[in-house]
């Protein structure tokens, strides 16, 4: 059983705003799209309006007083999240689970993603000299225990300075360079980059890392257009 989880809280002074609706349509693009059996949830304390079939965990509440200066005007600071790194993590999240971010597209098979032995995969930076993007990880609970061990503020100023973003910075400056990833041979993109040129495969899942979400590109991408929806039936 691999639990998909995806996050939920509200921070002030954030450019985009996300709600139990983002929750109930990510889950429902799952849903469609993983056959392998599997549960959702949703770690949050703010469940109204969640689905029921959407289990709730409570925040387990780390690092909620840390931010990087560097990752302002609005951009979510997300160091809550290296909570998946503690050793005790399994009781929390599962044994083995895969983290989402709620501006993703999800509009192909996810069973090869995620049915394969690494304890770790991230999805790929978006751009040269950014090893990972934190929209995505797969892991088994208790995997590099030191990404959570060794944080504190002091090492979200010295990942700041190095790379872009708030945990995912902390990711690649404690990571290294090496972990495995999905890229665009997998099918997983961003809405930039190989997904506005020339495509390896067709797209699985396609994220919004910018400004830009998937409520607002469905106007104009046919990918986000068929596949952000909650009903199970085929686009039309």
Known sequence: MISIIFWLWKQEKTRTLYTANHVNIAAAMVRRNLSMPHRIACVTDMPEGIDRSVEIITPPGDFLDIANPRWTNGRPQCYRRLSMFRRDAAGIFGERFVSMDLDAVIGGPLDPLFDRDDDLVLFKGTVRGRPYNGSMLLMTAGCRPQVYEDFNQEAALESGRLFCGS??????????????????????????????????????????????????????????????????????
């Open 167 to 236: 945990d995912q910075a902390w990711l690649m400056h404690k990571l290294g360079p090496d972990e495995k990833v999905w890229d665009e041979r997998d099918g997983v993109y961003w809405f930039g980059g190989a997904y506005n040129r020339r495509r390896m495969v067709p797209p699985r899942v396609l994220f919004f890392p910018g400004s830009l979400k998937p409520w607002d590109a469905a106007k104009v991408d046919r990918f986000t257009r068929d596949h952000y929806r909650m009903d199970m039936m085929e686009a039309a």
